[in-house]
């Protein structure tokens, strides 16, 4: 099983920076592929960012492409997300996710990101 725990939102400008890390427990975490996702108050969750659990494959969604980076240090246990530029549509509450097979299996609590116009 695997425990996951978000940081690093918070109210931000638009154009601005952050940078979200997910911090994973357990001794098998590297071999998960990870994503975020993220969720606005009314709209469905959306699947934002993945990588393969090896590094060097991600995915982005294409409101984000170009903006956001994921990235992972399974030395550490973490996986980041990097989000430049950022817009107000970007404002929602960020999950990090664990994959086992072809499902997201292991959720974080969230973190809030608050882009201010």
Known sequence: QVQLVESGGG????GGSLRLSCA???RTFSRYD????????????????????LGGHTNYAD???GR??????NAKN???LQMNSLKP??????????RAGTQ??????????TVSS
Not at 104 to 113: E, I, N, R
Request: charged letters at 20%; aromatic letters at 16%.
């Open 11 to 14: 109210l931000v400008q638009a």
């Open 63 to 65: 409101s984000v492409k």
């Open 24 to 26: 994973a427990s357990g």
């Open 89 to 98: 549509e970007d404002t929602a509450v960020y999950y990090c996710a664990a």
């Open 78 to 80: 973490t996986v980041y």
């Open 68 to 73: 956001f980076t994921i990235s992972r240090d």
């Open 34 to 53: 990870m994503g975020w996702f993220r969720q606005a108050p009314g709209e469905e969750r959306e699947r934002v960012a993945e990588i393969h659990w």
């Open 104 to 113: 997201y299996l292991y959720w974080g609590q969230g973190t809030q990101v």
